[in-house]
């Protein structure tokens, strides 16, 4: 099993702050095809990530190739939201992503959101069900899905499909676990505790959203997501109650690791300023020094600072469909969550960052890439 290595060094001695330096993509939302995804790999790795996070499942779609299950990518992946084009990926292509990848020293991983998040499983797969199995959905509402310790086929499934997912990654899973709003607590401990075991079983290490904090091993990684600002920033009221912020801090002092993606700063899906076209604002407006300016030591206090593994920006695609709209919202902000991960905080450094990001547009323009002239910047173009 991989090992990684916790806490920022803040040194300046040419080595990462963070170890883990990671995008997370929905491609479950709308797709994004093979050749997209070499190009944005291409791009995490010029910025010095070396995390590749697909999220290849939710409610509007199945993205990845289960020959156990054929019925997944048959009958669950041609949609997508606003019913446009779904598609999915095969084995024979993640294999050639996470070569690419690796050529470029990034770690593809994948995830399997459960136990909510799972319409378009449950949609696939009747066994999943206790009632009736419902329809292929187009929406973006969240939590209204899933698995259900006493159906038929649940622990079966989550063999077959995490099985699988230990295979495809290099010794991560993810196994999402956040937003089950329709799962009572007892059945949402009982289905990740089973998913945890199905991956460890299969000699993988678990990373899953905040919600599934307290039921994750000395090993594993919590990935932090609404955090406290987010919260308070936002325009609407998340699901607040099992967010498990004090169980993200219990673990960081049991071993867990803790990955920072706090909506508030680096949800590249959240709208630069009011107003905008694409995007959205449950955590507030995110212009690009609001990507940079931050501490992941500061997210969630009491957390064991020794027990961040790294930052991981992370872009949701309900609102995204293209890919010179994906580019928009990545860049320049990408730069700004890389710029932490590797030199840790950004608090007080925005001066010396809007001159480097000019130079890094500069670049951008050359490769044609539609990416968003934030306020503040001399563009040079
Ligand atoms: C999340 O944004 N629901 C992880």
Redesign the pocket.
Known sequence: MPAVTSGSTRESDGRPAYEWRGLSLDVARHFFAVDDIDTLIDLAADLELNRFHLHLSDDQGWRIEVPARPQLVRRSSSGAVDGDPGGFYTLRDWRHLQDHARHRGIVLIPEIDVPGHTNAALHAVPGLNIGETPKAYTGID?GFSTLHVDAPETEAFLRDVLGQAAEMGEGWVHIGG??SHATPRDEYEELVRMAVRVVHDAGARVIA?QEAAGLLESGDIVQV?ADPLSLAQGDEQVWADDLSIEGVTAASHRGVGVLMSP?SHIYLDMKYAEGDRLGLTWAGTVELQRALEWDPADIVRGVDPASIVGVEA?V?TETIRTFDEMISMLLPRLAAAADVAWNGSGVGRWESFREDVADLGEQWSAEGLAFHRSPGVDWRD
């Open positions: 969240v956040d937003e959203w997501w909506a992370a949701w």
